[in-house]
């Protein structure tokens, strides 16, 4: 199990740039897939990006492809999360969230230990 904190959220106006990141502590770090999922109010929590223990292999949503990049510095235990050109469709709660698996899973039920969340509000 590892703890995983959210951090860099705010308020920004559209067209603006902003980086999460996501501080893990407890197991080793390398071992995991880490996703970035958020949810908006009234809707599902959605995937994001995610990428795989040694960030070799990204995955994005189709959402955000080519606007936003994840990336991972596990000597810091800590994933990115890169967004540009900010909209304000992307206004919700971020969340990060690990798992132990060789590949980039997708869906939320594939993730065992979750963050608590950090806000993002893009202005228009």
């Known amino acids: 199990q590892v703890q995983l904190v959210e951090s860099g959220g705010g308020l920004v106006q559209a067209g603006g740039s902003l980086r999460l990141s996501c501080a893990a502590s407890g197991r080793t770090f390398s071992n995991y897939a880490v996703g970035w999922f958020r949810q908006a109010p009234g809707k599902e929590r959605e995937f994001v990006a995610g990428?795989?223990?040694?960030?070799?292999?990204?995955v994005y949503g189709d959402s955000v492809k080519g606007q936003f990049t994840i990336s991972r510095d596990n000597a810091k235990n800590t994933v990115y999360l890169q967004m540009n050109s900010l909209k304000p469709e992307d206004t919700a709660v971020y969340y990060c969230?690990?798992?132990?698996?060789?590949?980039?899973?997708?869906?939320?039920?594939?993730?065992?230990?979750w963050g608590q969340g950090t806000q993002v509000t893009v202005s228009s």
């Open positions: 969230a690990a798992v132990i698996l060789p590949y980039v899973a997708i869906v939320p039920g594939a993730y065992r230990d």
């Open positions: 990428l795989n223990g040694n960030g070799g292999n990204t």
